[in-house]
């Protein structure tokens, strides 16, 4: 079975520009969580969504927003890049949003702003 | 509030030596906590969990943790490193369950053979 799948795997943009990075979760689950690990340090929270809502926002700025689409895939779409967007970008699925179901990661897309 | 605190960026040991990686959490209610492992380019993999039912925890690959409320601990062991240990481990704290989770800065384990 597949897993988390996320494209792309490397990007590299310069600062001002949008970006759109994407993720698949794995068949059959309905929540899709997004994360930025910046080099050196641990993941953060961004956004979860589940069946196309979101239910949950870390702590960024409104320039980050994401989307769920019917299908369960997601979106994250950057606005104004800053330099300190450079990061690796990680997607999650769990079969729903209840507190005991565990997260898959996907391998991640790397944002490097120049 | 809820964040952990993970001792030590770099851990070293010798194959077939004991892991320890430390993990101390804060939360102001009863915790969820995970510890998560890290291979070079790739996502995280999920190790094991605590959930509030048993304190002492067994996951994947031989890995276990215990769970001290008295000192706020999570620790993650191992009895006795493998090569194919090295990796990138990260702790984690939610109030909430498996999602929002709140990730230490992890530590990096060497396994020297």
């Known amino acids: 079975d597949a897993g988390v799948t996320q494209s792309p795997t490397h990007l590299i943009k310069t600062r001002g520009q949008h970006v759109t990075l994407r993720c698949s979760p794995i068949?059959?689950?309905?929540?899709v969580s997004w994360y930025q690990q910046v080099l050196g340090q641990g993941p953060q929270f961004i956004f979860q969504?589940?069946?196309?809502?979101?239910?949950g926002r870390g702590n960024f700025p409104d320039r980050f927003s994401a989307r769920q689409f019917p299908n369960y895939s997601s979106e994250l779409n950057v606005n104004a890049l800053l330099l300190g967007d450079s990061a690796l970008y990680l997607c999650?699925?769990?079969?729903?949003?209840?507190?005991?179901?565990?997260?898959?990661f996907g391998p991640g897309t790397r944002l490097t702003v120049l | 509030a809820q964040s952990v605190t993970q001792l030590g960026s770099h851990v070293s040991v010798s194959e077939g030596a004991l892991v320890l990686l430390r993990c101390n959490y804060s939360?102001?209610?009863?915790?969820?906590l995970f510890w998560y492992v890290q291979y070079p380019n790739q996502g995280l993999q999920l190790l094991l969990k605590?959930?509030?039912?048993?304190?002492l925890v067994k996951g994947i690959n031989g890995f276990e943790a215990e769970f001290k409320k008295s000192e706020t601990s999570f620790h993650l062991t191992k009895p006795s490193a493998h090569m194919s240990d090295a990796a990138e481990y990260f702790c984690?704290?939610?109030?909430?369950?498996?999602?929002?989770?709140?990730f230490g800065t992890g530590t990096r384990l060497t396994v020297i053979p």
């Open positions: 999650a699925s769990s079969l729903s949003a209840p507190r005991d179901n565990e997260q898959f």
């Open positions: 984690a704290v939610s109030k909430t369950g498996a999602n929002n989770l709140f």
């Open positions: 939360s102001s209610v009863p915790p969820y």
């Open positions: 969504y589940y069946e196309k809502e979101e239910r």
């Open positions: 068949s059959g689950h309905k929540s």
């Open positions: 605590y959930t509030s039912a048993a304190t």
